[in-house]
């Protein structure tokens, strides 16, 4: 089956026929395109949709996904960013396999399909113009042969005309013989021509239009095969993602079946119980008698089992349901209270006070973080005075002493209420106390002297805050890393991440990519000592450096 011998006489058709082809293969480009486009927009949507779901953060509404239920839709959300991810994933490797080859490839085989058929239009304009050469020579045979003839005639009449001379006879004679001679080289020619066009017609349809022809059916061949390629690129790269599109959803069943219908149900006990016990019978008042009529008691008066008298209060018996007024109500909402949280029922103010309480400690330990850091380069200071004036750091470290002073007074007051509160609370057992860094026993006269136990008939608690006695907490003391006076050695070697200015006393600048010594490692305080030659050495955040460390050196590891 070749096209250049069945379909010899069908140049034009041919060349429709790989048009169309190539339009084909155009049109399917702009459809794999459009669905790229469909993929990236789709994806966008998606990740649109997870993100306007997602909780605001320091929002009430960040406080709700802490119940298994809300944590499966936030994972759920998070799974559809990824899903998202996938799809984008689609768009490139369709992009980039599919519509970026084929365009290229229509580009080379318009190039192609140009050249086959314009070798094949000058075939044609050759046997074309060979016909022509050979019509010329058989109509200018046909005329000499004519003129032959009419020249014979001629001889013929004046030979037998008794009139005319001799001289017009030989005349004629001579005449005759010419255009015979012109009639067989006119005939000679016309054979000639007819042979070669004979020849060049072979090789014509037998030999160039075959062998153009068949490029050409392989060019349209290849084209059809590129495009069943790409159609198998094209289910492929959605198959490639079917795993981990699978995975997501895995994920998303997965954060489903974690929900934990008694888990959450025991998360809103905690937070909202209010730890009061509900209330009591109403007492009877005999109003037969006014002048011996009884104030009834509330069974919500402060029943603590601490051997203070209970509080009677006068008025309607409706003041006894104090719990459920609206005005109670109002009280207890976020945001709106005192500052030892007496505006909340028990259980939530000891929740309250117990995240104060954390929150001022890690305050307390940032500070002294900072403190332990410029400590420890007031002494490389005065160690090495090239490096930094010790005093440039004294204010600010006073700054620092009073500030952790003023955190410790703050849970000093906070922990006292908070014992208060758990003292109240007779179902509660004693739970033990955070254990601070910063200090490790509590101050037992500053809890019994910070608060009084006094409670008001709406169910807050007042507090009166005493005179807190200050508690000191004994200097740190510091190893003394300079006894020596020679240089320090190089423990091992860093290369810069990032461009750090040095612009403080006992830092030093350094570029990014460049390699430096290592003399003293990070001692927890985020600073590394390094040295670039023997008149430069200083300090750079160890998060700026990447540390390899001799194994041979006392302790050596590699910060990353």
Sequence with gaps: MSWGTEL?????????????????????????????????????????????????????????????????????????NDYAGQHEVISENMTSLITGELTRYVQELKQERKSHFHDG?????????????????????????????????????????????????????????????????????????????????????????????????EMEERRIVRIGESMKTFADVDRQVIPIIGKCLDEITKAAESIDHKNDSQMVIEAFKSGFEPPGDVDFEDFTQPMKRTVSESSLSNSRGDGKSEPKFGGKSKGKLWPFIKKNKLSLKLGAGPE??????????????????DELNRDIQKEMDQR???????????????????????????????NIEKLRLEVQKFEGWLAEVEGRLPMRTEQARRQSGLYEAQNTSAVNSCAQDRESP????????????????????????FDDEEPLPTIGTCKALYTFEGQNEGTISVAEGEMLYVIEEDKGDGWTRIRRNEDEEGYVPTSYVEVYLDKNAKGAMTYI
């Design 8 to 80: 010899w006489d069908q140049f034009d058709n041919l060349e429709k026929h790989t048009q169309w082809g190539i339009d084909v293969l155009e049109k399917y480009i702009k459809f794999v395109k459009e669905r790229t486009e469909i993929e990236l927009s789709y994806a966008k949507q998606l990740r649109n949709l997870s993100k306007k779901y997602q909780p605001k953060k320091n929002s009430k509404e960040e406080e709700e996904y802490r119940y298994t239920s809300t944590k499966a839709f936030l994972a759920t959300l998070n799974e559809m």
């Design 121 to 217: 239009r000058k075939a044609q304009q050759h046997i074309e113009t060979c016909w022509k050469q050979l019509e010329a020579s058989k109509r200018r045979f046909e005329r000499d042969c004519k003129e032959a003839d009419r020249a014979q005639q001629y001889f013929e009449k004046m030979d037998a005309d008794i009139n005319v001379t001799k001289a017009d006879v030989e005349k004629a004679r001579q005449q005759a013989q010419l255009r015979h001679q012109m009639a067989e080289d006119s005939k000679a020619e016309y054979c000639s021509t007819l042979q070669k066009f004979n020849s060049e017609q072979h090789d014509h349809y037998y030999t160039h239009i075959p062998n153009i022809f068949q490029k050409i059916q």
């Design 340 to 357: 030892d949280f007496s505006n909340l029922p028990p259980e939530q103010r000891r929740k309250k006070l117990q995240q104060k309480v």
């Design 372 to 402: 332990d850091a410029l400590t420890k380069m007031k002494d490389v200071y005065i160690k090495n005075p090239q490096m930094g004036d010790p005093a440039s750091v004294d204010h600010r470290l006073a700054e620092l002493g009073q």
């Design 458 to 481: 709406d169910g807050s608690y007042t507090e009166e805050q005493s005179q807190e006695t200050e508690m000191k907490v004994p200097a740190t003391d510091f190893d003394d890393e």
